[in-house]
């Protein structure tokens, strides 16, 4: 690898072997280093690769504003998680944990309270990413002489959740958070009951809402043009397509992009399937 520049003493920007463009980490990289010489490999660390279109030069950047134990605790944390969520957990979601981390660490050590109030909506909505974000937090501290409140488990699983998605930028995983609150919030209205987030129906509602939320950021809904499926849905479940018109409404103005007519009839099968389900004594 040859070094293309150096952001401090611990990380610099590479030229991999394989022509793309790396950040390396490790003690005493940078220092003294120029840009064309080759890396040093036995001090080598860690390399992240950017994902995501980043810009190796920004990405690098961030590396280097993070503490080097904190990059490695951050990427040993997240073993946990890959192995209880089987998952893919790329440089992205080790940087932005680790940078996390940082300022936790530093609230924790001065005593600076900090509050979650999206934490009820992620326990309910993604059970799987919190019970991984907890064991992820319990081995971060052990590693800490001031551990961490455990409600930091909160951002840990927002992380998770952010790594299955296609933007890169946490604030869309808190956006999409509070648009599925806000939509179980109308149903419930709607129906005048509360539905029960933890049930299978509501499940795969959820699911189905990620992955819309995944096809209407790259511009790939739903559009099979099926007309006859869509007025024969429409025709059995009056009720729920009204309400998956109003669900319509809320997304479109908070995600800024129309829907088709294919994602709201499968909005409202998923609505049918819950009001079903709570309907049986």
């Keep these: 690898m040859e070094i293309l520049r150096v952001f401090n003493n611990n990380v610099v920007l590479a030229r991999a072997d394989h022509g793309g463009e790396v950040i390396v980490t490790g003690r005493g990289l940078g220092f003294q280093a120029k840009p064309g010489q080759p890396v040093d490999e036995s001090r080598v660390v860690k390399v992240f690769v950017p994902e995501d279109g980043r810009d190796p030069d920004n990405f690098g950047s961030l ?9 490695v605790l951050a990427d040993r944390a997240l073993d946990i998680a890959r192995d209880e969520l089987g998952i893919v957990l790329g440089s992205t979601t080790v940087i932005a944990l680790a940078d996390h981390l940082s300022f936790a660490i530093v609230r924790s050590e001065n005593a600076i309270p900090m509050t979650y109030p999206l934490r009820g909506e992620v326990v309910h909505l993604y059970p799987d990413e919190y019970a991984a974000a907890t064991k992820v937090l319990t081995y971060i501290n052990t590693q800490l002489s001031t551990p961490l409140n455990m409600d930091e488990a909160v951002a840990v699983a927002l992380h998770l959740v952010n790594a299955g998605f296609a933007s890169g930028d946490l604030s869309y995983t808190y956006q999409m958070t509070g648009v599925f609150t806000q939509l179980f919030d109308i149903m419930g209205a709607e129906y005048n009951r509360e539905f029960d987030r933890d049930s299978v ?24 043009r099926s007309g006859k499926l869509r007025d024969a849905i ?3 479940y009056p009720d729920a397509h009204a309400t998956a018109v109003k669900l319509q409404a809320v997304l479109e103005l908070r995600l800024g992009t129309p829907l088709t007519d294919d994602e709201v009839t499968y909005l409202t099968l998923h609505i049918a399937r819950m009001v079903d389900e709570v309907r049986v004594p």
């Design 63 to 71: 590396v280097a504003a993070v503490p080097p134990e904190h990059l």
């Design 234 to 236: 429409r025709n059995v």
């Design 201 to 224: 129906n509501a499940a795969r509602f959820i699911t189905h809402l990620r992955y819309f939320f995944v096809r209407a950021s790259t511009g790939k809904q739903l559009d099979e």
